[in-house]
């Protein structure tokens, strides 16, 4: 007779492997290892541009599976060509996120990307036209529209129990700096070049890229922390106000970039987005907050920069209305004005502690992969929350008011509409 394992015929709540979905990591950044823990993926092959860090992805799939299968890439190019390969979770610096993405869905696999969706608002657009006309189903990074406390503000604010919303305040991270550094040597097993990719060819330093997300802080690869992190705040704002599909249309903004030394994105800032509705998003900078970083900036520069919204939320989003409030942050933190607004979202069941939001999003994702459905962050939605970072930073960059146009995504200043989008380094381009 032969025996087999129960994993294999669905028992105890598994899934047989031929129901499962196959799956590739590109880029070893924020939870790429998701897929390796839920019982209807099945990760079969890893890529990255660091030898010892993909050599160390295919240990923890190999040891999670009880297997050696897990194949190890350098070149996105070679996993998306994989026909056995359904879906691809993408976690690389923010610069490579529109070539995969676009190269993905041109390939047929369904797509999660970590946020922000791309380094412009030009290649923004250009993802979601080759989602839409390769159908398949995407999933962008911003958790925060799966955990509870998030989707209750929604449901308050959309809800009319604020009343007239005319505010929402986003208490962001603040940037960082960084003292010059020396050129050095590419480390052995590191494929500079490629990890460059479209971005300008400069000498390689260890905190350029191999520092821990040093990159979020440097220009060519990201746009700052005002989008590599603030985007999930950009993205809670559009869900509560119910403007997944547009934009504002003035763009006020300001901030501090550092004088020298390898970092060159904002520092602390302050970015107002007036809508066609009345609705004002204000976002500044909590430079006191655990999750923030610490800079040389006088506090008074601080405070000129970020007037009369300095102090006026923690972090964390809160939505104003006429009747009342309410702030929102991960954790099940939901604080309302009145307090028994509360309740009605409660659903008669107290709500605390920490979710895994992360694994939430990525069973939305999927679960709609199985139904074809859409996900709780789609690629238009994706694409306008990210847009809000872009245009914000272009803001602060020239520091004058600019007028947004939504629905054709272009500025009424011809210098704010070449930053728009960036040049490529050949071969790249969307």
Not at 180 to 186: E, F, L, N, R
């Amino acid at each position: 007779p032969a025996f087999f394992p129960g994993a294999v015929l669905g028992r105890n709540g598994a899934v047989p492997p031929s129901e499962q979905i196959t799956m590739a990591a590109i880029g070893l950044g924020f939870a790429w290892e998701t897929g390796v823990h839920n019982r209807e993926t099945r990760m079969l092959a890893v890529c990255d541009v660091q030898r010892q860090r993909r050599d160390g992805a295919k240990q923890y799939v190999d040891g999670r599976y009880g297997n050696s299968d897990c194949r190890v890439y350098g070149d996105f190019r070679e996993v998306i060509a994989r026909d056995d390969i359904d879906a691809v979770y993408i976690a690389t610096p923010d610069h490579w996120h529109a070539l995969v993405t676009i190269a993905a869905a041109r390939a047929g696999k369904d797509i999660y990307c970590q946020k922000p969706l791309t380094h412009t608002v030009a290649e923004g657009r250009a993802v979601v036209e080759a989602v839409r006309r390769y159908g398949v189903v995407f999933q962008h990074g911003t958790q925060q529209r799966s955990e509870w406390a998030f989707d209750a503000a929604r449901r308050l604010v959309r809800g009319g129990y604020l009343g007239r919303l005319h505010t929402i305040r986003l208490g962001m991270a603040t940037g960082r700096q960084c003292p010059p550094q020396p050129i050095q040597p590419v480390p052995d097993g590191f494929d500079y070049d490629m990890w460059l990719g479209p971005a300008p060819r400069v000498p390689f330093t260890t905190l350029r890229c191999l520092g821990g997300h040093t990159w979020y802080f440097i220009s060519d690869y990201c746009v700052g922390y005002f989008s590599g992190w603030g985007v999930h705040h950009l993205d809670s704002a559009q869900h509560g106000h119910g403007t997944d599909d547009t934009g504002p249309t003035v763009v006020r903004a300001k901030a501090v970039f550092p004088h020298d030394g390898l970092y060159d994105t904002a520092l602390h800032f302050r970015a107002d987005y007036q809508f066609a509705d009345g609705v004002t998003v204000v976002c500044t900078d909590i430079f006191n907050d655990a999750w923030s970083n610490k800079t040389n900036i006088p506090l008074e520069q601080i405070k000129e920069i970020q007037g009369d919204a300095f102090g006026r939320v923690p972090f964390g989003v809160k939505f104003e209305g006429t009747e009342g409030s309410v702030f929102v942050w991960r954790g099940a933190q939901l604080q309302t004005t009145p307090g028994d607004l509360r309740r009605i979202v409660e659903d008669g069941e107290p709500r605390v502690g920490i979710e895994n939001t992360t694994a939430t999003h990525f069973q939305n994702w999927v679960d709609c992969i199985r139904t074809r459905g859409e996900t709780n962050a789609p690629v238009e939605t994706a694409h306008r929350s990210t847009t809000l970072a872009n245009i914000g930073t272009i803001g602060m960059r020239l520091g004058r008011e600019l007028r947004w146009d939504p629905d054709h995504e272009v500025f009424d200043d011809d210098e704010a509409n070449r930053l728009l989008s960036r040049p490529m380094r050949a071969p790249w381009r969307i």
